[in-house]
């Protein structure tokens, strides 16, 4: 194996500069055109370094490849690895240009962006003193979600396709797009991927693994109003905003992302647009208990049915779209040994590890309900989807070699 220390960082700083951002708002698959380039890089990559069946598949959206087993046959379970093409499109993703800063003090990071990266605001950055961390100028997001993990599957990769390579069963790879926006994994192909078991490497912190997530819903909220001139609107005027704000109201404001942690659920109104007429509303609805998921989302329903019944039939509609379900249903207890071999091989490495749910979802839910079970493996950045994100060099490191030992535990 080569210095993964270049490599890995090298790998990270080459996919980085494709700007790779999806896109709700596009009807093209992948959602952007960078997806796709940065997919034939990679596929090229894999070709290169000898995993002779990489490719690109646009039907997909997909890179897979594999990597023959070489250890006689003693591992009968193919193990795959999986992480994400896109990045957020809640900042931007273009032109990142990458800073180091090695040997970290603990202080702040002033970016030449504006950006100040502070313990103050950010106290985990305590635990990188005297570490390498990795940011953007400030200008735009980093992109370690998930190019860490992209960057730490293929260092792998080159270990395991190298002539010293250490002995391991068959190891499946897979690159996928639009994960950010909840569409990429509808068409992923689990035939051609060929994995009995699973991980995406798209966590946080070293020492991060999950297999706990949300049940996740989102809701289109459509209030319809009446207009009147406001000399004559008395006893005529429907104010779609006003009823709009009641609805909002109607929702615990303790249930809110920023009143919530752990496993406690949350609705999050994240676009708001409208007038006296017409008013729109999205939120999104999450839970880990199913139980209040679906409470959460018949209290939706119950509010609307209250102000219908003051303003009118039809002010408001609820439009409910489940979008992905708690994936520890289907990994406990059949399953729990990814998550105990995970952790075996992270304590070998020294590293402690913290099973915790996220606060979120990954493509590993959609596949854990589609038949492949696969938990969460960290990739190593903080602060994700803004200009304040950073990853540890360091923990880079590690992870590919977290990765080389889950290939070689025979799972």
Known sequence: MKDSKDNVFSRFARYAAVETASSEESSSFPSTPGQA?????????????????????????????????????????????????????????????????????????????????????????????????ITSDGTTLLGADDKAGIAEIMTMAEALLSENAPLHGRIAIAFTPDEEIGGGISRFDLERFGADIAYTVDGGALGELEYECFNAATAMVTVRGVNIHTGEAKGKMKNAS????????????????????????????????????????EYLI?????????????????AA??????????TVTVELKDTYYNMKDKISPDYMFLIDRAGECMEALGVKPRI???????????????????????????????RYEYCCLESMETIVKLLVALACTGM
């Open 305 to 314: 049915e209250a102000l219908n019944e003051q303003y009118g039939p039809g």
């Open 37 to 133: 380039v940065l997919a034939e890089l990679l596929a090229e990559e894999l070709r290169t370094l000898g995993a002779a069946d990489a490719a690109y598949d646009p039907q997909s959206g997909c890179v897979y490849a594999h990597i023959p087993a070489n250890d006689g046959g003693r591992t009968h379970r193919t193990l795959g690895f999986i992480s994400h093409l896109d990045t957020s499109p809640e900042a931007s993703g273009k032109d990142v240009r990458l800073q180091l800063h090695p040997d970290y003090d603990g202080g702040d990071i002033r970016l030449p962006g504006g950006v100040v990266i502070s313990p103050e605001v950010f106290p985990e950055m305590k635990n990188y003193i005297g570490k390498t961390l």
């Open 356 to 386: 915790k749910p996220i606060r979120g979802g990954t493509d590993g839910a959609n596949l854990s309900y589609r038949g492949l079970p696969c938990p969460n493996l960290c990739a190593g950045g903080h602060n994700f989807h803004g």
């Open 286 to 302: 999450r839970d880990h208990d199913r139980q209040k998921f679906e409470s959460r989302k018949q209290l939706m329903l119950s």
């Open 242 to 281: 006003r009823i709009a704000l009641a609805f909002d109201a109607a929702l615990p404001a303790s249930d809110r992302p920023e009143n919530t942690e752990g496993y406690e659920g949350f609705f999050h109104l994240s676009s708001v647009s409208g007038e006296v007429e017409l008013c729109r509303l």
